[in-house]
């Protein structure tokens, strides 16, 4: 890595024993590659009920560089993401999923974007996850006809600025955070760089994103998020 990047890398958990030190490791392996920029990696463990917390905790012991956060109770992806967003510093921001599907090496093909683009991945392969299924179409299909927002997958790893999440306040609790981010940042005219993402397959522990409770928290927040958007449009409007 020969590109001066400075890196937040965001990693959050729920019961994800069987995965989170891997990710944690590919994390520091990142950061030790990233000789041109700074790396900072935070952990957030949603209020989990295995060993996840305890693996967290032993790494934070053995590298001082990793700072960790913790929900006292699990509180759902939305808010999972919206507090790790919130504790980013550095210029570019990526949220990554414990369960490591996710390849973290991939961040070293992302080239300095401008403040006027993100970059985000996508994944190909249909999930085996119904729920999950129904969840990545019915966002792709809601973000197009209702806001003209057209991205492959709005519901996989992206990479923001920071100032882009420092320019925008997100209502959002459900798993629809990410398209409320996207499609207020694109409203500002800030577009994507897509790039394709393999989507690794689960070594242990169950999806969560993909659960009937996700499913069902996402849909009762659509109408909030017509409005919210709705109301960001006129913002823009009147400005």
């Not at 937040?8 to 069987?18: M, T």
């Not at 003209?148 to 925008?168: C, E, F, P, T």
């Amino acid at each position: 890595m020969n590109k001066k990047l400075d890196w937040s890398l965001l990693i959050f958990a729920y019961n994800e024993e069987g995965s989170i030190g891997k990710v944690i490791e590919k994390a520091i392996q990142f950061s030790q590659k990233n000789l041109h920029g700074k790396t900072e990696i935070i952990v957030l463990d949603d209020g989990s009920e295995d060993t996840t917390k305890e693996i967290i905790l032993s790494y934070v012991a053995r590298y001082p560089q990793i700072k960790a956060h913790f929900h006292e109770q699990n509180k759902g992806i939305g808010m999972a993401l919206k507090t790790v967003y919130s504790f980013a510093q550095n210029e570019y921001v990526c949220a990554i999923p414990a369960d490591n599907q996710f390849d973290i090496d991939l961040l070293y093909n992302v080239e300095p974007f401008g403040d006027n683009q993100f970059h985000s991945f996508y994944r190909k392969q249909p999930y085996t996850n119904p729920f999950r299924n129904f969840l990545n179409q019915f966002n792709r299909v809601f973000n197009r006809i209702l806001f003209g927002i057209q991205l492959k997958d709005v519901n996989w790893v992206k990479v923001y600025k920071l100032q882009q999440l420092n320019s925008i306040s997100t209502e959002l609790n459900s798993s629809l955070i990410e398209s409320e981010i996207c499609v207020k940042i694109m409203l500002k005219g800030i577009r994507a760089i897509e790039s394709f993402s393999p989507y690794l397959p689960r070594e242990s522990g169950v999806s969560k994103g993909g659960s009937f409770r996700t499913v069902k928290k996402a849909i009762s927040e659509i109408y909030i998020l017509y409005s919210v958007v709705k109301k960001s449009k006129r913002a823009q409007k009147n400005a």
